[in-house]
């Protein structure tokens, strides 16, 4: 009894001894964030415009009612 007893405390401080560690440490070079974003907003404006066209246009095929009155 007394053996299982030792083994079972020397196994909690061998456990209690490897704990894990968290080490926060600041980078030796800076961070660099690249950002390769270019913006075009004139073709978006070239499909709204054509869009809009297209719908005026053709009002049923987007599921619209005609503008025409008889």
């Known amino acids: 009894m007394r053996v299982r007893l030792l083994a079972l ?3 909690f401080v061998v456990l209690a001894a490897c704990q ?3 080490r926060l440490e ?3 070079r800076p961070i660099e ?6 913006i075009d907003q004139e073709v978006r404006v070239r499909v709204d415009r054509d869009a809009d066209r297209a719908i005026r246009e053709n009002p049923a095929l ?6 025409r009155r008889p």
């Open 9 to 11: 405390l020397t196994g």
């Open 20 to 22: 894990p560690t968290v």
């Open 26 to 28: 600041a980078p030796d």
């Open 33 to 38: 964030i690249n950002l390769n974003v270019h």
């Open 62 to 67: 987007f599921g619209l009612p005609s503008g």
